[in-house]
Nanobody, 121 residues
Framework: QVQLVESGGGLVQAGGSLRLSCAGSGRTFSGYFMGWFRQAPGKEREFVAAIRWSDGSTYYADSVKGRFTISRDNAKNTQYLQMNNLKPEDTAVYYC??????????????WGQGTQVTVSS
């Protein structure tokens, strides 16, 4: 069973940067897609980015493309989300996730506990 633990959230001014980490345990991520989702108050959880663990292929929501970068460290079984040029609308709780095929809220095999990212204007 995959278990995910996130870290790295916080408060930052608009234009600043943060890096989120998601460490996995219980098994390796080979064969998985690993994702990041976010949920703002009063809104549904939405897709942010994903990476195919086997070959490092990456996928992004249009709203973060060019500003966020997802990456992985095989040796540490950890994925990262580097967030640059942050905007107030990026404020949300960010969750990492594990999927076997399509990266959707409904297909997650595991979720991290969530980490708050707050961007002040």
């Amino acid at each position: 069973q995959v278990q995910l633990v996130e870290s790295g959230g916080g408060l930052v001014q608009a234009g600043g940067s943060l890096r989120l980490s998601c460490a996995g345990s219980g098994r390796t991520f080979s064969g998985y897609f690993m994702g990041w989702f976010r949920q703002a108050p009063g809104k549904e959880r939405e897709f942010v980015a994903a990476i195919r663990w086997s070959d490092g292929s990456t996928y992004y929501a249009d709203s973060v493309k060019g500003r966020f970068t997802i990456s992985r460290d095989n040796a540490k079984n950890t994925q990262y989300l580097q967030m640059n040029n942050l905007k107030p609308e990026d404020t949300a709780v960010y969750y990492c996730s594990a999927h076997l095929d399509s990266v959707l809220v409904t297909t997650a095999k595991a979720w991290g506990q969530g980490t708050q990212v707050t961007v002040s204007s």
